[in-house]
């Protein structure tokens, strides 16, 4: 009997991306799976239920999940989502696991299989799987049309016979997918682009695409760069060197987007409100890693604010304000790590806990948390419970001089679970030769 793959409407209704579109369903149909698509799913994203359903699709409604066995999302299932799925489902989809430890707790009590595709490891096998790059990349355009949208002035410089209009100075802070896609943007718009990273690696990238890079280029800098290709936590006395010198630049630019963000951390403060106060009034700053706190002093998540007569744009989810696009992208990273999990003879789900992809993005498994990166502080949140239990008992006890005062300290630890049997932990990532280095979140 063939298996249920169950593609929802994003409940979070600043969400209009969706984990499906007419060619992943078509090609998923294809592996031998029955595809339900939650009748709306893909309004938001301009893929009307006719065009799932000319592709092969069911068009279900939201209880129709109950029965699947694999369910393709945006976004992490909410704890309402969860009481309906099915145990032992593999739920794939963008998690967010860093700092949401309870939630990540709430997959496992679900006892659904799910994996995060921020982990998606940096190999060429994976490139096409890449969420991360895929929708930065769309970050990195939107960020540019936002701007250009704020900013009341022309972009290009322009001869004209009432006289000449200067080119805009556009300056990228964090150069990853997302900051090398608004380079090249902004240099088709006709802007004179400059760019900065603690990363050397980026410089000739920078180069390439027209822009000038700016660097305090020191020893430290020449090692800022991690196996993996994410940006590395810079020192104090380097943080103090490249503020200053970016700070002095910030004065002379009309645009700045700021893309810096390092996995599992808050985002590095970039741009202070003494730095850009120097900009002309009209200015423009969007600030890519608002959703973790932001690069720029004063930005305010999902809103535009206006400092000092700089417009400071905090837009959440910018790959979404391009949905129709973000959607065609994100769906074919799904299928094609999907596509790996599925015995193409039995033509059901057969997941192999050795291999390397699956090694890295599996949170939960079998009721636990198996993550390297989360297992341990899972069970510290298990165990936290029982210890606080036992420690009044045990006080009592004593106290009355009960021969059996260790009675509750002794269910406590029986109660304690014993260390999940989990998948090898992740080997470190390691960037291909064929994949920019990241800064962003993405990264």
Known sequence: MAQTLFIPKEIDGSEPRVGGSAETVKKLVGLGFVVIVEAGAGTASRIPDRDFEAAGATIGKAADVKGADVVLKVRRPSSVELKSYKKGAVVIAMLDPYGNDAAVKELADAGVTAFTMEFMPRITRAQVMDVLSSQANLAGYQAVIDAAEEYDRALPMMMTAAGTVPAAKVFIMGVGVAGLQAIATARRLGAVVTATDVRPAVKEQVASLGAKFLAVEDEEFKAAETAGGYAKEMSKEYQAKQAALVAEHIAKQDIIITTALI???????????????????????????????????????????????????????????????????????????????????????????????????????????????????????????????????????????????EAPVKEAKQAAPKKAATPKAAPKRTAPKTTAPKTEGEA
Not at 372 to 396: D, G, I, T
């Open 263 to 405: 996995p599992g951390r808050p985002a590095p403060r970039l741009v202070s409100r003494e730095m850009y106060a120097r900009m002309r009034p009209g200015s423009v700053i969007v600030d890519l890693a608002v959703e973790r706190g932001g690069n720029v002093e004063g930005a305010a998540a999902g809103q535009i604010v206006e400092v000092d007569g700089v417009k400071i744009v905090g837009h959440l989810n910018v790959a979404g304000r391009i949905a129709a696009t973000a959607s065609q992208l994100y769906a074919k990273n799904l299928v094609a790590f999907f596509e790996t999990l599925v015995d193409k003879d039995a033509r059901t789900v057969k997941i192999n806990f050795d291999d390397e992809l699956v090694k890295a993005t599996v949170l939960t498994h079998g009721g636990k948390v198996v993550h390297p990166n989360f297992a341990s502080a899972a069970s510290a949140a298990a165990v936290a419970p029982a210890a606080a239990a036992a420690k009044p008992a045990a006080k009592k006890a004593a106290s009355a001089k009960a021969p059996v005062a």
